[in-house]
């Protein structure tokens, strides 16, 4: 049985979802959306803003059900593949609407538009996620394709989600703000991942059980900086970081923007602030890169 638990859960993270959770702690449910591919089904909010009606939303899942998958490589640290440096920008695309992509049904735009994540000339993709979210797990080499199928006038940027604090969602969050201002959240991005859910160094989940440990063993705030601690930062500089005004102030702008954004769960892709859509929204891996590609050529044309 043991053998086969990778095979059974990625199966279940296909069809598994990230979302809010209830005023109560629970876990918003519902019948979860098909899908075909590995691709993520998030949830919708018990709280956040509705999304723009759809036909083929994803209805709402158990985030709390959804068992870890099979992770991608070893945890041990290595360079991130999201260094977009080392990678070629991929060849601009000419906009064209020829009817494919339908606004309301495979993507959504954000009334009133909002202010990018990050401030830069080039059109911004962001990839809302948590490193405690299965199907963010899932989902995450889609995201090193998508980055790597953009041209050189878009640029990825990921913004992290605390809206299941019932699954430690929080300390995870201070946990990327703290990696970032000390410079290793890059280079330690894939193998963070590896370590929620492979070898469960960082997991607030057991990982044999397919659900969250309880309360008592959750990883805090220190043990995620032992793991830092492969990347060069000292674990008590670390902490401190995490426990600054700095760290305080970026977990509430990034609270914020999520639901300005309207974000119904994880992950959610959002393009320049102005259209987000999920990857139950389009079904597969592959449709998810060309509508990003799309949205991307959308906004850079102007249109």
């Known amino acids: 049985m043991l053998k086969r638990l990778p095979f059974l859960c990625a199966a279940l993270l296909a069809l598994a979802a990230c979302g ?30 509705a999304p723009t009606p759809a036909s083929t939303a994803a209805a709402p899942a158990p985030a709390a059900s959804a068992a870890p998958a099979a992770s991608r490589s070893a945890a041990a640290p290595a360079a991130a593949s999201t260094a977009a440096a080392a990678t070629p920008a991929a060849p601009a695309q000419p906009f064209v609407d020829n009817g494919k992509w339908v606004e309301g049904r ?13 401030p830069t000339n080039k059109v911004e993709v962001v990839e809302v996620f948590s490193y405690a979210c299965p199907a963010c797990n899932a989902f995450h080499g889609a995201m090193d394709q998508i980055q790597k199928s953009l041209p050189a006038d878009a640029v990825v940027h990921y913004l ?44 607030t989940y057991d ?37 600054s005004f ?3 102030t970026k977990m509430k702008q990034a609270d914020d923007l999520i639901k300005a954004y309207g974000v119904p769960g994880t992950p959610t892709i959002v393009v320049d602030g102005k259209y987000r859509f999920s990857p ?24």
Not at 106 to 118: E, G, L, S, T, V
Not at 210 to 219: S, T
């Open 20 to 49: 809010h959770s209830t005023d109560n702690g629970t876990a918003a449910t519902g019948a979860p959306a098909a899908a075909s591919t590995a691709a993520a089904t998030p949830a919708a909010p018990a709280t956040a803003p």
């Open 106 to 118: 495979d993507y959504f735009r954000i009334d009133p538009a909002q202010p990018k994540y990050i």
């Open 160 to 203: 992290p989600a605390a809206f299941r604090p019932d699954e430690n969602w929080p300390v995870y969050q201070r946990a990327f703000f703290a990696a970032q201002a000390l410079g290793v959240r890059a280079k330690a991005h894939d193998a963070f991942f590896d370590a929620t859910w492979k070898t469960g160094e960082t997991a």
């Open 207 to 243: 990982l044999s059980l397919g659900r969250p440990k309880p309360k008592a063993d959750w990883p805090t705030i220190k043990d995620i900086a032992k793991f830092y601690a492969k990347f060069g930062v000292d674990p008590k500089e670390f902490v401190a970081v995490a426990n």
């Open 246 to 248: 700095s760290v305080n």
């Open 280 to 303: 139950s929204d389009v079904h597969t891996v592959q449709r998810a890169i060309e509508l990003t590609q799309w949205l991307v050529a959308k906004e850079a044309a102007g249109k």
